[in-house]
Nanobody, 125 residues
């Protein structure tokens, strides 16, 4: 059974950094595209970043471009989201997602069948 488990969330001051992790089990990340969504209080869930199955593509939403970096460790079967220059607007629950994901340098979508339980990030002074 394909499962995803996020970790690394917490409270951070504006301008600070966090690294989120998403550990995959039941499948090999090498063969799947995977990405991150987030849901801020009172807002809809939206995709912010993804990485292709062979690391040949990465996508970033405009709101995080230049501040967030997504990477994939095949040996650890884990995907990371390095977040820097955090702003209060980044406060949200962050979810990793996979399935028949379509991830190009300009698009993140497809069949998002498998979700983690989420990890909460709060950016506040």
């Amino acid at each position: 059974q394909m499962q995803l488990m996020e970790s690394g969330g917490g409270l951070v001051q504006p301008g600070g950094s966090l690294r989120l992790s998403c550990a995959a089990s039941g499948f090999t990340l090498e063969y799947y595209a995977i990405g991150w969504f987030r849901q801020a209080p009172g807002k809809e869930r939206g995709g912010i970043s993804c990485i292709g199955s062979k690391n040949t593509s990465t996508y970033y939403a405009d709101s995080v471009k230049g501040r967030f970096t997504i990477t994939k460790d095949i040996v650890k079967n884990t995907v990371y989201l390095e977040m820097t220059s955090l702003e209060p607007e980044d406060t949200a629950v962050y979810y990793c997602v996979t399935g028949l994901v379509v991830c190009t340098n300009y698009y993140f979508g497809g069949n998002l069948d498998y979700w983690g339980q989420g990890t909460r990030v709060t950016v506040s002074s």
